[in-house]
């Protein structure tokens, strides 16, 4: 039994500040071209990470803290390789909250029963942000281009925009309380923001949009994209 517990607990990826620390001295060593190392620093990478120790002493190694040496070869080179266990990390992470369906840009919704639609088939883990709108009704035209730029952001987010009298409640939806912004998940209703724009500045942008509906927690982690020009780097 203690065999089996020292296999699972040697699998498992550590948390914490050491877990952390002995994960990225994993990747490292791992990273290296140790056919064209000298043979000094060979050896020193037999002693950090040698398979062949007794299973305990392995265990200790890992925890131990680092020595001059190796902090001084962890430390070479070590921009590059720090971009893709960086790199490594986030992909693990996005997987890890990266579920339910994705979606590119805002859907125009033609009618009340496209509106209903939406909000009681779209998948339970996705949130539902909609728009509704007149055209020539101030603020409007510019929320919907926030929405534009917001939706290329949170593609986990399913972002809609309705005209008032195509939904067929034009007589809730007046001008006055225009525009509105729903916020729905699992067809719950989360956010009711009548004359939305009321809470923003006179000039507002998509980040002030995005920092409203953060506010009230409407909104995912935003996704960061690793740069291409990084990709390029490591490989080079």
Same mark, same amino acid.
Request: glycine letters at 6%.
């Given at each position: 039994m203690s065999d089996r517990l020292i296999d699972m607990e040697d699998n498992v990826t550590q948390t914490g500040p050491k877990g952390v620390i002995n994960d990225w001295r994993r990747f490292?060593?791992?990273s290296m071209d140790q056919e064209n190392l000298p043979s !000094?620093?060979?050896e020193l990478l037999r002693q950090m990470s040698s398979p062949h120790k007794a299973? @305990?002493?392995?265990?200790a190694n890992l925890n131990r803290k680092m020595s001059v040496q190796e902090y @001084?070869?962890?430390k070479e080179e070590d921009e590059g390789c720090l971009k893709k266990y960086r790199r490594r990390c986030m992909?693990?992470?996005?997987?890890?909250?990266?579920?339910?369906?994705?979606?590119e840009g805002v859907h125009d919704l033609d009618s009340g029963e496209a509106f209903l639609e939406v909000i009681e088939k779209e998948h339970h883990t996705t949130?539902?942000?909609v728009h509704i709108y007149k055209v020539g009704v101030k603020g409007c035209e510019e929320l919907n281009t926030c929405l534009d730029c917001l939706a290329t952001e949170y593609p986990s987010v399913k972002f809609?925009?309705?005209d008032a009298v195509a939904?067929? !409640?034009a007589e809730r939806f007046s001008d006055e309380v225009l525009p509105t912004l729903l916020v729905y998940k699992a067809g719950e209703l989360l956010g009711n923001f009548l004359a939305c724009t009321q809470h923003l500045n006179e000039e507002f942008f998509a980040t002030d949009v995005e920092a409203f509906l953060n506010s009230y927690g409407l909104l995912p982690e935003k996704e960061v994209p690793v740069a291409e020009d990084e990709e390029e780097n490591d490989v080079e």
């Open positions: 490292k060593l791992e !000094a620093k060979k299973r @305990e002493d392995t265990r @001084e070869l962890l992909q693990e992470m996005h997987d890890k909250l990266s579920f339910g369906p994705r979606f949130m539902v942000v809609c925009r309705i939904s067929g !409640a």
